[in-house]
């Protein structure tokens, strides 16, 4: 491998969290903790991709990843995407907005490609499905460690299959979008354990956890249990360096909100947030059809946000959110690794 996981000083993970929360300067923070920073391609035009990936190399001299949503085939039909939009308009009109225009893309797959080819970083990672053997092939040739996100066992073969260098084992607790490969299959419920011991018993590939850590007793249970590192989003959505919103920082210390769901709501996909007003008034009629939805309520959830209505947005979250704590990336991942520290 160009770069091993293993060669971390802490072996912890900031993950990519697309849509806000991750910014260059949460990245950088994450890599000069001693871990390893993320720069997500997510809903960003390939130039502001790769915007973003040279302002982490300009804040920080070590290693850093990059992560890429790998299109699928649309799982929409036309009449169920109409069926919602016309669901929706009472959203539309509470926040005075017009509904977005549900249409397909592959989120600028081909040139960010290019990007990843041209900026190099340490580490590129796939979420919802696997690059190409060729494109592959071309990211190796370039000396970047390819990792693949898998839910299941059957993912990680297919992922190891196509020879990327590591895979990020995502459980059930985790917050924002499963990366099952197959939009419409139900997200596997697998305790994350279960799934890592699955995998280190069937491939020789290493592997990186991720879903529901939020503390170093996490931490340092997958280390010893053969993970090559932990991989956190959650623990750091109220990162001094964070994006994260005013709406959702406040969401997650608000006692209104007890409990997380998975929900294809908002996005057409499933994705774990807070249970909101949102989710339980159209979670039941909400199609698949990703990212046809995402794009159809996009406009509404900006509204939502600029409003301050945390009922009308996705806040996304894994189900251990209530330990997120506001502090500077260093002091958060100082205390994911202590006591104890890397297991032996």
């Given at each position: 491998?160009?770069?091993?996981?293993?060669?971390?000083?802490?072996?912890?993970?900031?993950?990519?969290?697309?849509?806000?929360?991750?910014?260059?300067?949460?990245?950088?923070?994450?890599?000069?903790?001693?871990?390893?920073?993320?720069?997500?391609?997510?809903?960003?035009?390939?130039?502001?991709?790769?915007?973003?990936?040279?302002?982490?190399?300009?804040?920080?001299?070590?290693?850093?990843?990059?992560?890429?949503?790998?299109?699928?085939?649309?799982?929409?039909?036309?009449?169920?995407?109409?069926?919602?939009?016309?669901?929706?308009?009472?959203?539309?009109?509470?926040?005075?907005?017009?509904?977005?225009?549900?249409?397909?893309?592959?989120?600028?797959?081909?040139?960010?490609?290019?990007?990843?080819?041209?900026?190099?970083?340490?580490?590129?990672?796939?979420?919802?499905?696997?690059?190409?053997?060729?494109?592959?092939?071309?990211?190796?040739?370039?000396?970047?460690?390819?990792v693949g996100t898998v839910t299941t066992l059957?993912?990680?073969?297919?992922?190891?299959?196509?020879?990327?260098?590591?895979?990020?084992?995502?459980?059930?607790?985790?917050?924002?979008?499963?990366?099952?490969?197959?939009?419409?299959?139900?997200?596997?419920?697998?305790?994350?354990?279960?799934?890592?011991?699955?995998?280190?018993?069937?491939?020789?590939?290493?592997?990186?956890?991720?879903?529901?850590?939020?503390?170093?007793?996490?931490?340092?249970?997958?280390?010893?249990?053969?993970?090559?590192?932990?991989?956190?989003?959650?623990?750091?959505?109220?990162?001094?360096?964070?994006?994260?919103?005013?709406?959702?920082?406040?969401?997650?210390?608000?006692?209104?909100?007890?409990?997380?769901?998975?929900?294809?709501?908002?996005?057409?996909?499933?994705?774990?947030?807070?249970?909101?007003?949102?989710?339980?008034?159209?979670?039941?009629?909400?199609?698949?059809?990703?990212?046809?939805?995402?794009?159809?309520?996009?406009?509404?959830?900006?509204?939502?946000?600029?409003?301050?209505?945390?009922?009308?947005?996705?806040?996304?979250?894994?189900?251990?959110?209530?330990?997120?704590?506001?502090?500077?990336?260093?002091?958060?991942?100082?205390?994911?690794?202590?006591?104890?520290?890397?297991?032996?």
């Open positions: 491998m160009a770069f091993d996981f293993r060669d971390l000083d802490v072996p912890v993970l900031v993950a990519p969290m697309a849509g806000g929360p991750s910014t260059p300067e949460l990245a950088a923070a994450g890599t000069d903790a001693g871990g390893l920073g993320f720069v997500p391609a997510g809903y960003l035009t390939a130039e502001a991709f790769a915007e973003r990936l040279e302002a982490v190399c300009r804040l920080s001299t070590g290693p850093i990843g990059a992560n890429l949503f790998v299109p699928q085939p649309s799982a929409a039909t036309p009449a169920a995407v109409e069926g919602y939009a016309d669901a929706l308009k009472v959203e539309a009109k509470r926040y005075g907005v017009a509904l977005g225009e549900p249409r397909f893309d592959d989120d600028d797959w081909d040139a960010k490609l290019e990007v990843l080819l041209d900026l190099r970083p340490q580490v590129a990672s796939f979420t919802f499905g696997l690059p190409s053997a060729q494109e592959r092939r071309r990211l190796t040739d370039a000396g970047i460690t390819t059957a993912e990680a073969r297919l992922a190891a299959a196509r020879g990327v260098d590591a895979v990020a084992a995502q459980g059930p607790s985790a917050g924002g979008h499963r990366g099952t490969f197959d939009v419409t299959a139900p997200p596997s419920e697998q305790p994350l354990d279960d799934l890592l011991a699955s995998i280190l018993a069937d491939l020789e590939i290493p592997v990186v956890v991720a879903g529901g850590l939020m503390d170093a007793g996490d931490v340092r249970r997958v280390l010893r249990a053969g993970a090559v590192a932990a991989q956190l989003g959650t623990a750091f959505l109220l990162a001094d360096e964070a994006g994260s919103s005013a709406v959702h920082r406040s969401a997650l210390r608000d006692p209104q909100f007890t409990e997380t769901v998975v929900t294809r709501a908002f996005s057409g996909r499933y994705a774990r947030g807070l249970r909101n007003r949102f989710v339980d008034e159209h979670e039941v009629e909400a199609p698949f059809g990703y990212p046809e939805v995402h794009h159809l309520t996009s406009p509404v959830r900006a509204a939502a946000v600029r409003a301050g209505d945390p009922h009308g947005v996705n806040v996304w979250a894994g189900t251990g959110y209530r330990k997120a704590e506001a502090a500077p990336v260093a002091a958060i991942i100082e205390k994911l690794t202590d006591p104890g520290g890397r297991a032996d």
